[in-house]
């Protein structure tokens, strides 16, 4: 299993940015998929979670401004997010797990396979 994640960068509060996750090495549409963050000094945090019927579960905290969603055919999985804020500031990481009974934004965090990140930074 392989994620490799890209869409991070720099934004101001209020912007816009759109993760990416492509896949490899597993049948991609059976698995749920999610993105945790994690900001220095901090704890993981499940962000978002959807499962192979596409149905999906938010952090309280991104719900309403963030959307997660995938494209089978391209074996990627995508995090929208918008009305950015400081607080986003975080490594986010993409993660899978053939458990489909766990998929959960909460548990995201300890899925069985992660990328390696891609950093979003937002300034106030």
């Known amino acids: 299993v392989q994620l490799v994640e890209s869409g991070g960068g720099s934004v101001q509060a209020g912007g816009s940015l759109r993760l990416s996750c492509a896949a490899s090495?597993?049948?991609?549409?059976?698995?749920?998929m999610g993105w945790f963050r994690q900001a220095p000094g901090k704890k993981r945090e499940g962000v978002a979670a959807?499962?192979?019927?596409?149905?999906?579960d938010y952090a309280p905290s991104v719900k309403g401004r963030f959307t997660i969603s995938k494209a089978n055919a391209r074996n990627t999985l995508y995090l929208q997010m918008n009305s950015l804020k400081p607080e986003d500031t975080a490594m986010y990481y993409c993660?899978?797990?053939?458990?489909?009974?766990?998929?959960?934004?909460?548990?995201?965090?300890?899925?069985?396979?992660r990328g390696q990140g891609t950093q979003v930074t937002v300034s106030s």
């Open positions: 090495g597993y049948t991609f549409s059976s698995y749920c």
């Open positions: 959807i499962g192979s019927d596409g149905s999906t």
């Open positions: 993660a899978a797990d053939p458990d489909e009974d766990d998929c959960y934004s909460g548990s995201t965090d300890h899925f069985g396979y």
